[in-house]
């Protein structure tokens, strides 16, 4: 995509691009979000993505849940995935979806939001697989750095039978949304490249 970065996961032979003014983490470097909502390593992981993209890294500082450390919130990334527990892509797409949203933005409720069905879709590459979205209704918090959101995945499978997602995660009802149109391109550009050995 000219004007755009090119992220590769090589480890799993994917690639997709973002755009330009989004900072690009190296391929081994993974991202998560725990079951009450903090990154920190020592929780269980409730969903996370490797070899991410973000946009804004410092775009919202804040200290929402008191324990006196500051975190940065971005309006947006985006990231690789291996789904070797998905029954088949339009699980993968669904589920990616549903717990990003869930895990990085918190409903009031598990259950509340608005999940679409997976469809199919074709990246610009060929490569075919499902993609869903969901979006937040009422998040769980008043901190400054809350807001609803929205995520979207696209679950493939690549020539090994193995499948994989590239998942979009982002805020919603302010400037710095991420349109829908750019995100269903970020989604679009994904490709498989030669994975390393």
């Given amino acids: 995509m000219p004007g755009w970065k090119t992220v590769i996961h090589p480890e799993r032979g994917i690639a997709s691009d973002v755009p330009g003014d989004w900072a690009v983490k190296s391929s081994g470097w993974v991202t998560h979000v725990a079951e009450n909502g903090g990154p920190a390593p020592e929780e269980t992981p409730l969903v996370g993505?490797?070899?991410?993209?973000?946009?804004?890294?410092?775009?919202?500082?804040?200290?929402?849940?008191?324990?006196?450390?500051?975190?940065?919130?971005?309006?947006?990334?985006?990231?690789?995935?291996?789904?070797?527990?998905?029954?088949?892509?339009?699980?993968?797409?669904?589920?990616?979806?549903?717990?990003?949203?869930?895990?990085s933005l918190r409903p009031a409720v598990e259950g509340e939001g608005h999940h679409r069905a997976a469809k199919p879709f074709t990246a610009e590459s060929g490569l075919t697989g499902r993609v869903a979205t969901a979006a937040s209704?009422?998040?769980?918090?008043?901190?400054?750095?809350?807001?609803?959101?929205?995520?979207?995945?696209?679950?493939?499978?690549?020539?090994?039978?193995?499948?994989?997602?590239?998942?979009?995660?982002?805020?919603?009802?302010?400037?710095?949304?991420?349109?829908?149109?750019?995100?269903?391109?970020?989604?679009?550009?994904?490709?498989?490249?030669?994975?390393?050995?």
Avoid: M
Avoid at 49 to 73: H, I, M, Q, Y
Avoid at 75 to 102: C, H, K, Q, W
């Fill in 49 to 103: 993505f490797a070899a991410p993209a973000v946009l804004k890294e410092k775009w919202c500082r804040s200290d929402d849940d008191g324990n006196g450390t500051r975190e940065d919130t971005p309006p947006a990334s985006v990231g690789f995935r291996a789904e070797p527990d998905a029954r088949d892509t339009a699980e993968a797409a669904r589920e990616n979806a549903r717990l990003r949203v869930y895990g």
């Fill in 137 to 197: 209704a009422g998040v769980d918090g008043t901190g400054r750095c809350t807001h609803d959101g929205t995520a979207t995945g696209f679950a493939f499978e690549n020539p090994a039978g193995e499948t994989l997602s590239r998942t979009f995660v982002g805020v919603r009802g302010v400037d710095d949304e991420v349109p829908e149109p750019t995100v269903r391109k970020i989604i679009g550009t994904v490709r498989l490249v030669e994975s390393a050995p």
